[in-house]
């Protein structure tokens, strides 16, 4: 195992160390009585039934997967767009700015209802919410990439006649990438659970439909099985977008390691 695998391995140890220790717990307080298997499933309770019933789980995930990816995109790209016209127009970014800020103290899902009475029950009001979860964190962390330029190199670039197009394309722009990133990941963290909450408010598949069934239905090893899917859904996106950063950020050393 090379250094970057034993760092790896330090690192994350002590986290997966407690995740076992809080799932013995779990599963001990449920075999002893303390906690009622109806209330409480079992961790070796969920897992079978996450194996019993794996394939209306897969059939509702794909339903939720889909619209979680649609909205992030969108979302993203909505924020990206948004963060550089406010950039690029400090008139607009004035004016807009702190209306967007007071548009995220609006609880989602306070919002899904209205967004269901405008637009119905179809699958573009639950499109909307999502892209409202993920473009805010896109676009804060967009402004703060333009913000962040270097002002010596900007003073430079000004000097020999650059106009504010090539200094938003040659450095504003490129300086924002490591930002960008960071919103991404956690526009990706929100992506798949506001999918679900946008479910709850009316669909006929998906995770968040699954989950609502079951509930009702009073099968609560079936709910937990949704959620760990969910978590795991939300890791694997959060994953694909640190993956695709590590690709396109090549020139970015990793932390503690000095380039020659």
């Known amino acids: 195992m090379g250094n970057k695998g034993r760092r790896s391995l330090h690192a994350i140890w002590p986290s997966a160390l407690l995740v076992l220790i809080l799932l013995a717990a779990w599963q001990l307080s449920v075999d002893s009585g303390l906690v009622p298997e ?9 897992v079978k039934e996450m194996a019993e019933v794996w394939p209306r789980l897969m059939d509702n995930a794909s339903a939720t997967v889909s619209l979680a990816l649609i909205g992030f995109a969108g979302g ?24 967007l800020v007071v548009t995220q103290n609006v609880p989602v899902i306070a919002i899904g209802p209205i ?13 909307i919410l999502v892209w409202i979860v993920c473009f805010f964190p896109v676009s804060v962390a967009m402004l703060n990439g333009f913000k962040d330029t270097d002002p010596t190199l900007r003073n430079y670039m000004q000097m020999i006649g650059a106009g504010k197009w090539q200094l938003f394309m040659r ?6 990438v490591t930002h960008l990133f960071s919103g991404l990941k956690i526009a990706a963290s929100y992506a798949v659970l506001s999918a679900v909450v946008a479910e709850w408010l009316g669909a006929d598949k998906g995770l968040g439909h699954y989950m609502i069934l079951s509930s009702k239905g009073y099968e609560p090893a079936r709910v ?3 959620v760990v899917l969910i978590v795991l859904l939300s890791l694997a996106l959060y994953g694909l977008v640190a993956l695709v950063e590590k690709l396109v950020i090549r020139w970015r050393p990793v ?3 000095v380039r020659s």
């Not at 967004?115 to 499109?127: A, E, H, Q, R, S």
């Open 76 to 99: 993203a790209l909505a924020g990206f767009a948004l963060a550089a016209i406010l950039h690029l127009i400090p008139i607009v970014r004035k004016a807009v700015y702190p209306l």
């Open 171 to 176: 450095l504003e722009l490129p300086n924002a």
């Open 224 to 226: 937990f099985a949704s």
């Open 115 to 127: 967004l269901t009475i405008w637009l119905g029950y179809g699958v573009l009001p639950k499109l």
């Open 38 to 46: 109806w209330q409480l499933p079992s961790p070796i309770t969920i």
């Open 255 to 257: 932390k503690g390691e």
